[in-house]
């Protein structure tokens, strides 16, 4: 492997224990990937709390947990210091950062948390407890290298902004972070990142539904490992719009990249996506695909329901205008949860424009640093069904239980709330 000076220097221990063993970490990574060298990580997110997978490990010892279960490492390698030269932002954790009786946790989980979380702040990470980092000013630029622990993060990074990574998970994004490296292979590559698959969309896409339910619908068509380009007669699109289907084509394949022309960075047109690469497979998205897709995630029927949850990726402010103008003088039924999730200082931001008292006065609420399936089983299993307006949590949640679990756009799902039913005529149909 090639490396540089400066990382010869980091191996041999003259940065310290900490960004030694990063690195060594890094470079078996890039010894097992088979790539030749290195390359600079400048934007990172790491996946920050006391998560329930830590729990294998016996001890609640911040330090001792980081180094074993982060670094691979029996003895206490204190987590005290993130790279310099690289901007770490913390994703969502398993508590809300104010809030744990709604959530029916315990005070002393919610204190490990957050004391999970402080350690990682006085190394340097800011605290933004975001699947959205975007949202608070996280935006790597064209050809920057980043890593992050977030699946839609990765493909939104890769296709809208033409930034450079890979989804390489929790402890390697940690070791970036800390040594401020990533082995230059995938994405991070800019011969790699042309088009494999031609996607032609008859479909009509305007809703914000309609792109979740594209990007499901083109995940399922995907074969491993492919890049598509999807081709089609879209109008008012926007980054919201952009931003839901980046994230849930991540979630039901495992597309980092994925190339609209006129939209995307790397992609003019679709003969530029493909580089003058020969198509390995063309693939249609018809009305039937995205009907299909939609059927698979909403449960057929009517119901009386206990729960309802917006905001995945996290809501940004125009959703949460959107949100406090329809329930303005309407009341959330008084068996329903509603919560609304986004990120700090958004909340501020719908605080300061009145939305925030808007929605609690109609008995809903704005949470933060979290979501339904990352706080996990021990606040969904106290509901005996549950609404989504997106397709990541409706499958997340669709996984873990056998309970009813209904999917619509933002409007559907406040109908719900309002009268603490779900109605079949609340499904979506073309």
Known sequence: ?????????????????????????????????????????????????AHNY??????????????????????????????????????????DQFEYKALHQSKNYFDKNSNFVDECRKAGVI???????????????????????????????????????????????????????????????????????????EAEINTLLEWDLLGKAVGMKLPTSSRPVIDGDFKNVNFTKLAQFFTTISMASNCEICHIPGYTSEARDVEDAFRGNEFQGEITITEEDLQYAYDLMCDDGSADIEFVSLGCPHYNIDMLKKVAEYLDGKKIHERVHFMVWTVYPIKSMADLNGYTKIIEEAGGKIYTSSCPTTVGNVFLDKYSNFVFDSYKQARSVKSDTDKPVYYGDMYNCMDAAINGRWEEDNRWKK
């Open 127 to 201: 605290i933004a407890g975001s699947c959205a980092p975007y949202l608070t000013g996280w935006l790597p630029v064209q050809g920057e290298h980043f890593v992050t622990t977030e699946s839609g993060v990765t493909t939104i990074g890769n296709s809208l902004w033409g930034a450079m990574g890979n989804s390489d998970g929790i402890e390697a994004a940690f070791w970036s972070a800390i040594c401020g490296r990533t082995p230059k292979w995938g994405n991070h590559i800019k011969e790699n990142r042309y088009a494999t698959h031609h996607v032609k969309v």
């Open 1 to 49: 492997m090639i490396l540089t000076e400066k990382e010869k220097s980091i191996l041999d221990g003259k940065d310290g224990k900490l960004k030694q063993t990063a690195l060594e970490n890094v470079v078996r990574y890039a010894d097992v990937l088979g790539a030749k060298e290195l390359c600079e990580v400048t934007k990172a997110t790491v996946f920050c709390g």
């Open 54 to 95: 830590l729990n294998v490990c016996k001890t609640d010892d911040f330090q001792e947990l980081f180094s074993k279960m982060n670094l691979g490492k029996d003895e206490k390698v204190p987590f005290d210091k993130t790279h310099e030269n690289c901007y770490v932002q913390s994703c969502v954790a398993p508590c």
